[in-house]
């Protein structure tokens, strides 16, 4: 007997149908004798509904606090009725919130962090040999207030679960059967993978394969969860293993990702003296502004610019900020483009590989796409592109490293 954790994502449990099926595999473990924890999205669109409705009734961005209340109801509905799905079977089930579930958490409202799981209810209820439903992606903090996790959150539920318990097996059900070299959806020719590090899947994720949520897969890092990625509508066919060590051999490029959720802003014209760039990014770090690449312009008659990037939801925040200093801080103006799109590859191997930014470079010269910025790290190397090279930079790149 062992102790299972399976979440489900939004479209896995989108209709009736959806609902019974995930309810039948479900049902395929518990029959076998295992204990089985189950964290459900709400169902299909819901979640972005429920925010274009808020928007709908106050276009300037309601309350943090009150978004958490209003969103996290999608998935109080898809606990409830899969829960009704699987009483059909005749299985004894019972559906948690995640404030009844032991989620604890930090006090930032829509991007809340958990704290810990005061997990004596969940026990509780596998000791009645309960199939136990978890609502994903919510938690409660020292208000009593509901918090949520940021977008794509319930897998952090899931994997949280999974750690506290120490479940034998934690596992992620997607529309798609594994995590791929590319997004499948975009890139033809990606390739499912059999394993991957949590380190490689971490930067995959944050750069923007959203296949995993990345702060799941930190947390499972940390707590050497090992994950499998597969899918409800196939759920015989193998998935991808999250793990610490992969057995595969080493390849230098595992994946290639795109993020869009990017906006560059320039400073152009700032004074070419010491202590400038720490001006501008120790205030941005004031205002909790997230800075990702950064690039510096080599002086020329006494100034330079500086370029950054953020992501979408914070470039009004940074550019306030910047204007906020101009007391202080001399420039000739700000811009900001959102026509940008961050194309990136990943993989442990490359740092003993020289050359692998070269043949990335040369694929996107191949295929007549201008590289705005770049960046590196030993795992990964970044470029800004226009948006409307985006999928064709994806495509570019992916079949370039990986055949
Ligand atoms: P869920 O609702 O189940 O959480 P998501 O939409 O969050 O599902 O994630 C699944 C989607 O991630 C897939 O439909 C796929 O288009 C996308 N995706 C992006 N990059 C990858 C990748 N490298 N491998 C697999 N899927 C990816
Ligand atoms: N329902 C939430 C979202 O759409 C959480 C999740 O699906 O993981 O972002
Ligand atoms: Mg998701």
Redesign the pocket.
Known sequence: MALIVKKF??SSVANNERLFNVARIIEKDYKKGNDVIVVV??QGD???DLIAQAYSVNPNGPSKREMDML?SA??QMSISLLAMAIETLGLPVVSLLGWQAGFVTDSHYSIARIKRIESERLRAELAKKNIVIVA??QGLNKYDDITTFG?????TSAVAIAAELKADLCQIYTDVDGVYTADPRIVKNAKKLDEITHDEMLELATLGAQVL?NRSVEMAKKHGVELEVLSSLTPDVKGTIVKEVVSMEKTIIRGVAKDSNVSRISIVGLADQPGIAFKVFNRLAQAKVNVDIILQSVGRDGTKDITFTVTKDQCDAAIESIKALSDSLKYKHVVHDESVCKISIVGTGMETHPGVAAKMFEALYDADINIQTISTSEIKISVLVDIKDAERALNAVHDKFIH
Do not use: C, V
């Open positions: 994502g939004g999205s709400a819901t979640t972005d969103i999608g998935e994903g992606f977008r794509g959150g319930s897998d949520n």
